[in-house]
């Protein structure tokens, strides 16, 4: 139930050609407490609930549970949601032995792409793609859980 995971900004669009799957995710947020998140996701035509426990020193690991909700349910409950919303589509990108989740954001996060690879250790090897910018593991700013309170488009410096 921990998450290894980095995080990364795009530079370029080339992902897309090599993209397994693309999927959209629409998500809202129960609790954006710092020590815990609450997810509802839409993704596709399924529901999910998540927790999020608080990041460790590095921001790469942290605890997460996730279990498949009844999708009317997921719809219910995001208009309970707080204030912001996560409109995204995810595209699925193999390189190397690895999986990286592509997120190209719209509405007021529209302009903002980021990759995340899930590892299965902080230190573990991993192919970088072209396409890979900047990482932004472990900065709030680009929790999706932030995203929904604090959009891209009222970013200062971008």
């Given at each position: 139930m921990i998450e290894i995971e980095r995080k990364f900004l795009v530079v370029s669009e080339d992902y897309k050609t090599n993209a397994n799957t693309k999927t959209r995710i629409v998500q809202g947020f129960l609790n954006t407490n710092p020590e815990r998140t609450v997810r509802i996701r839409i993704k596709g035509d399924k529901g999910f609930i998540t927790v999020k426990g608080k990041g460790n020193k590095t921001g790469v690991s942290r605890f997460e549970w996730e279990k498949e909700i009844d999708l009317t349910e997921a719809e219910q409950l995001l208009k309970?949601?707080?204030p912001g919303s996560i409109d995204k589509i995810r595209y699925e990108v193999k390189v190397g032995n690895h999986v990286f989740e592509v997120d190209e954001f719209?509405?007021?996060n529209k302009g903002l792409i980021i990759a995340e690879v899930e590892?299965?250790?902080e230190d573990e090897i991993f192919k970088k793609p072209e396409w890979l910018g900047q990482e932004v593991s472990g900065i709030t700013k680009y929790y999706?859980?932030?995203?929904s309170k604090v959009p891209f488009k009222?970013?200062?410096?971008k």
């Open positions: 309970i949601a707080e719209f509405g007021d590892l299965s250790s999706n859980s932030q995203l009222n970013w200062v410096e």
